[in-house]
């Protein structure tokens, strides 16, 4: 299924990526020597876009290799696993630019999310995703929530969120993504997490199907407005992945800026000064000696729960406060590489698509080539 052209423009109010990069050279006033922190997606394209501005660039990145959070393994035998990041939303329209800067559009491919012979395991009922009754008779649903179309805990929520959308006005839409709660309605969901607000309107029941079926069960703290702007824009939706593997991106790109990256050095005290930056570093084998730098600017990439145990001196309260309270979610990958693909044998095989679980194991998605 083909993506609408106008998707990212009926999506949410944002800036465009070919304007923002237009204002950026038009505010460009001249040569600045810049360090990144990190070399994964964030910090390659950073220093992609201020080379090409004429800035003196260093890149400082922890490990011993590019990407980040994009690291496609690759086996003996040709096939692949995502690591990590494995799908783009097409509203992801920065991403996208990308993707067609470096000559990879034509290797878009469609990411099959879901397929009719995908597995539930829930509530030790193991069936067929064509058929969630009996997972449902386990739970007290309503006969309206239980016809949805393509009925699980994700249409659920899906439909929940849709509800709420619709008793918003454009203009509070507007006010979501501009981050200011300018009625009564949107203080109210602002001081709300996703959990609370399921379970003062639906109940524990339904919070309970929503997250075994949909995995967001580690994300009930978050803010509900976030899912809200998550559902608004359609994140979930027209979901595709490059053919070969999602590395080829920041490979990509690590060509482009590769003279200028360092390895195996990580940042141990970040100094603001009155005029510049002083960062402070050292070999990752913590025998070399640190080394001491001043830049014009820092361009920090690196995760705060990474930041918070690096020396930080001058920083503003609002910004030490935000490095203290993010928090993320705890997720592990295991590929498994099998001999033979059982699974797209016999009277209904599985090409593609995943298979859901309220066990240790939350989803179980299947190589989609061949």
């Known amino acids: 299924m083909s993506c609408p052209e106008n998707a990212v423009d009926n999506a949410y109010p944002h800036v465009p990526v ?15 020597h810049v360090v990144i922190l990190g070399a994964g997606m964030a910090g390659l394209v950073a220093a992609y876009e201020m080379l090409k501005l004429g800035n003196t660039v260093e890149i400082i990145e922890a490990s011993g290799h ?20 494995m799908r783009v939303p097409i509203t992801h329209d920065y ?11 034509k290797k878009l ?45 994700g249409a659920i929520f899906g439909f929940l969120m849709d509800n709420l959308i619709d008793g918003l006005t454009e203009e509070e839409k507007q006010m979501m993504f501009d981050g200011v709660a300018g009625t009564r309605l949107l203080q109210y969901l602002s001081g709300l997490s996703l959990g609370e607000f399921i379970v003062q309107n639906f109940g524990e029941e339904i919070l309970d199907v929503i997250g075994v079926f949909t995995s967001l069960d580690v994300w009930w703290d978050k803010a509900v407005t976030m899912y809200l702007r998550d559902e608004m824009v359609g994140t979930g939706s027209c979901l595709q992945t490059l053919e070969g593997g999602m590395s ?19 940042v141990t005290r970040i100094r603001k000064l009155e005029h510049g930056v002083e960062v402070t570093t050292r070999s990752t084998d913590k025998k070399a000696k640190t080394v001491t730098k001043t830049y014009d600017f820092v361009l920090c990439t690196i995760p705060f729960s990474i930041m918070r145990q690096i020396d930080l001196e001058n920083l503003s309260y609002g910004k030490m406060s935000a490095i203290r309270g993010m928090t993320y979610a705890n997720s592990t990958k295991v ?3 099998c001999k033979e693909r059982f699974w797209q044998k016999g009277p209904k095989p599985i090409f593609g698509g995943s298979s859901t679980s309220d066990h240790i194991q939350r989803q179980t998605y299947y190589p989609m080539d061949h």
């Open 18 to 32: 070919d304007k923002i990069l237009d204002e950026i050279r038009e505010d460009n006033t001249g040569p600045r």
């Open 66 to 85: 590019h990407g980040g959070r994009v690291h496609t393994h690759h086996f003996k035998d040709g096939t692949y696993a995502e690591l990590g990041a």
């Open 95 to 105: 991403t996208h630019h990308y993707i067609t800067e470096m000559g990879l559009k």
């Open 109 to 153: 491919i469609t990411f099959i999310n879901n397929v009719q012979n995908g597995f539930w395991d829930i509530h030790d009922v193991v069936t067929r995703q064509t058929d969630v009754t009996k997972i449902y008779d386990h739970y007290r649903i309503s006969q309206a929530l239980r016809d949805l179309p393509g009925s699980s805990g």
């Open 248 to 266: 080829q991106l920041p490979d990509a790109l690590y060509e482009k800026v590769k003279k200028h990256v360092t390895f195996n050095r990580e």
């Open 335 to 337: 590929a498994l590489d």
